[in-house]
């Protein structure tokens, strides 16, 4: 017979499953990991009538793969937007280029994406399956979550390395070295992905009670009872 058996531990769990995914996922394919020194960009109109120049101030930002900055439309309007697109033509680019430390960061990151999703996919599931190869699906859920959040950890500290690499100096200037940012700033891309990380392994631990909770007597008492849905505080 088939139970679906909701608690506000598994509940909550599955919810924080989801959350810790997708804000990994958005953490890492934003470029606002590092966030450059202010400058200025040119913005010139030519027409038949005029000729207008002027000046807008940006900070200009990166992040693992993708990068952030302003470009003028076109000679015929006087309006800059913001560009937002990869800097990636090749993985194997050279290192000043793409470098090797963020390549390992692409890596990292998608290994622990498809363990976080996987264990996702399993907190889902947990609302009407109960066990995984004989195991408690929460307690593989929250084995993978720590294995996917190791991942994520290794990953956020190997993206300083690439902070001395001549993409990072244009953009922080000429001092930037592993660990070490010159004029830039840390983005909140990369604060966010420490967050999320820290949420996986707390996640982790909590799908040790959210398992517990599904297995409790007021449970079972109301599987005796013949119920099929089975919601318990």
Not at 63 to 85: M, P, W, Y
Not at 163 to 184: F, H, M, N, Q
Not at 222 to 232: H, S, Y
Request: glycine share 6%; proline share 3%.
């Amino acid at each position: 017979m088939c139970y679906v058996i909701v608690t506000c531990r598994s509940l909550g769990w599955t919810l924080l499953s989801v959350t810790v995914t997708l804000a990994t996922v958005a953490a890492v394919t934003s470029p606002h990991w590092l966030i450059g020194t202010p400058r200025e960009t040119t913005i010139q109109l030519i027409n038949s009538s005029e000729n207008y120049m002027d000046s807008e101030t940006f900070r200009p930002t990166v992040g693992i793969f993708n990068r952030c900055t302003k470009l003028q439309l076109n000679f015929q309007i006087a309006k800059v937007r913001d560009n937002c697109a990869t800097f990636v033509v090749a993985f194997m680019a050279e290192d000043d280029y793409f470098p090797h430390a963020w390549k390992a960061c692409v890596i990292l990151f998608a290994i622990a994406g498809t363990f976080l999703l996987f264990a996702m996919l399993c907190s889902v599931m947990s609302l009407f399956v109960r066990s995984i190869c004989g195991k408690s699906i929460f307690n593989v859920a929250g084995f993978i979550q720590s294995i996917g959040g190791l991942f994520s950890v290794i990953g956020l500290v190997v993206y300083p390395v690439g902070w001395g690499t001549k993409r990072v100096r244009d953009l922080c200037g000429e001092y930037a070295d592993p660990y070490v940012i010159d004029s830039c700033s840390i983005g909140w891309s990369y604060y966010l992905g420490i967050a999320a990380t820290v949420l996986v392994f707390v996640t982790a631990v909590l799908s040790v009670p959210a398992d517990r909770s599904t297995t409790s007597r007021k449970v079972e008492e109301e599987m005796l009872e013949g119920k099929n849905l089975i919601c318990v505080l």
